[in-house]
Each structure stands twice: as C-alpha cells, then as structure tokens.
C-alpha cells in the first residue's frame, strides 16, 4: 500500500523568506506524487504533480518539488513567501489500481507573518 | 472550460436521515471521485464511478452510495446518517484516458453537519 507522510503539521515563516514544507512517501511501484493546497472554504487546487519524468517538477504561483527516490522524500519548496500563500499544503500519492484513488497526507498548515 | 461544481454548499442533518449530494464534472471529464475530509485531516477516498460504473471503493460501509449519470454528473448518497458523517465532502473529476490516469481536479465542497 502506498502512503504519504507530512513531517510537520504547522510551518511559520516571514513574508519575504523561503518555504519548505516537508513529505515522505511510501511505495511499492514507482509512485505518481501531488501537493496541492487548501485556502479556507474553498476546495483543494493542484499545485504540481510528478509523474515519473523530471524529478524538479515546477507548479504554479511559484512553487516547486524535487522527487528524491533514495530519501523517498518529494518537498515543496518556495524561494519566497507571500501572504497569499497561508492555507493548509497536502501532499498525495495516487495508487495503482483501476481507480487510481488519491491517498492524502494529514496537511501541513503553513502560517505568512507579515 | 468549466470547473467541478457542488451543490448544496451547507447541508444540516440529524442522525438517522438519509442525504443526496451532487456534483458536476468539469467539462470534458469522465471519471468522478468522491471524498471525505473530517475537521483537521486530510481527504479519504469513499469512491470512483467511470462511465456510470464504480471504478473502486475505499473503506466504507454501504450506507455510502453512488451514482454516475450520462451526462457524467454525480450523487454521493448516505444513508442512516451517523455523527462521524460529520464532515466536507469533497467532488473530483478527471478524464481517464487510457492507462495513464489523469489529474483530479476538485469541487469546492459540501459541508455536512449532523446534529
């Protein structure tokens, strides 16, 4: 079975200072990995997928993700935070099966101090 | 292009009740997953409907049901609500082409109260 691991469930930086918000995986196959992000009330939004091709996948509003196969690690990273940028982070993996369901990490809740 | 809508936003309901929740596919889109998203966790998989058929299902009880129509719209049906049903349930659709597998992409959720 796979699974994902967020190694912190609350990160704190400065407006203006860079992000890393930290996710293990655990697979049995080459794994198809996500982060996408939650704002308050509204749904969640793809941020970046990796999908077996370059391991330094990049996403939108500036984020990015280095797929490590021998650290099973996939971080997001951003170079500099913006206050748009607090919401809850998820990373995901998606299975194997016909369904090819989402397994979701618990979140990580990223705090923007002005 | 249009996205993944939901209805209703807001849902109350008392234990024992049954409720329908709905969903619409982004355009084009023909897979539709659903999941449950308690207060403070991540989303778990209830299940998949491809071409009106479940496509696989996670870890819950049948009182969780389904269905796929023609037009790709879906109901996530519940019944003999508990109150663990508690929570956002959330739509995602996809297009399915071939072996690949394609990105989900999400509705912005109805929130289910039971009191």
């Known amino acids: 079975a796979q699974s994902v691991t967020q190694l912190d469930s609350h990160v704190s930086v400065s407006e203006g200072t860079p992000v890393l918000l930290r996710c293990n995986y655990s697979s049995s196959y080459s794994p198809s990995l996500f982060w996408y992000v939650q704002h308050p009330n509204k749904g969640l939004q793809l941020l970046l997928k990796y999908t077996s091709a370059a391991t330094l996948v990049k996403g939108i509003n500036g984020f990015e993700a280095e797929f490590k196969k021998s650290e099973t690690s996939f971080h997001l990273t951003k170079p500099s935070a913006h206050m748009s940028d607090a919401a809850e982070y998820f990373c995901v993996v998606r299975g194997p099966g016909s369904a090819r369901q989402l397994t979701f990490g618990s979140g990580t809740q990223l705090t923007v101090l002005p | 292009e249009t996205g993944v809508t939901q209805s209703p936003t807001h849902l109350i309901k008392t234990r024992g009740q049954q409720v329908t929740l709905r969903c619409s596919s982004q355009s084009g889109h023909n897979t539709v997953s659903w999941y449950q998203q308690a207060l403070g966790q991540g989303p778990q998989f209830i299940f998949q409907y491809y071409r009106e058929e479940e496509n696989g299902r996670g870890n819950f009880p049948p009182r969780f049901s389904g269905l796929q129509f023609p037009n790709y719209s879906s109901e996530l049906n519940v019944n003999a609500l508990e109150l663990d049903d508690s929570a956002l349930y959330l739509c995602?659709?996809?297009?399915?082409?071939?072996?690949?597998?394609?990105?989900?992409?999400f509705g912005p959720g109805t929130r289910l109260t039971v009191l």
């Open positions: 995602a659709s996809s297009l399915v082409a071939g072996g690949v597998g394609d990105t989900q992409y």
